[in-house]
């Protein structure tokens, strides 16, 4: 299986195609998700957590787009906030990444996987 590295609409203008990258769904879904409350942050990898160390944020950080024959699938690895609702938070997270890749692309997702790979405590008040 050849694997495609563009998103093609399928919409016919007249007046050419419109092409979507897979990192443009991936910025999309990164800000989605993060939109969304009980986030503590997303998991990325060493060379995003480097980049953002220069101070360039990077959107894209924990989201996987997979171009499949099938459809989209979306990975998306995420650290909670200690106390919410994991299943509540999650599907929180899938609907409004659904929802607004919609919006903005008019593309249909197959699957949008939630994968919580860690809790954030509460972070420490400074004193001073």
């Known amino acids: 299986m050849a694997e495609q590295s563009i998103v093609n609409m399928k919409e016919n203008t007249g ?3 419109v092409e979507i990258a897979p990192e443009v769904i991936e910025v999309i879904a990164g ?6 409350e009980g986030l503590a942050n997303m998991r990325g990898n060493f060379a995003t957590g ?3 160390k220069f101070g360039k ?3 894209s950080k924990g989201v996987k787009v997979e171009l499949t024959e099938n459809g989209i699938v979306i990975d998306l690895f995420v650290v909670l ?5 994991i299943p509540s938070v999650a599907q929180k997270i899938q609907a409004n990444i659904r929802q607004t890749l919609k919006n903005m692309t008019s593309l249909d997702i197959v699957e949008v996987n939630v ?3 860690g809790l954030q405590m509460e972070k420490e008040q400074d004193s001073e």
């Open 31 to 36: 800000i989605a998700a993060s939109e969304v």
């Open 15 to 17: 007046l050419g195609t």
């Open 50 to 52: 480097v980049v953002e």
């Open 115 to 117: 994968h919580v790979v």
């Open 81 to 85: 906030e200690y106390g919410v609702s």
């Open 57 to 59: 944020k990077s959107h």
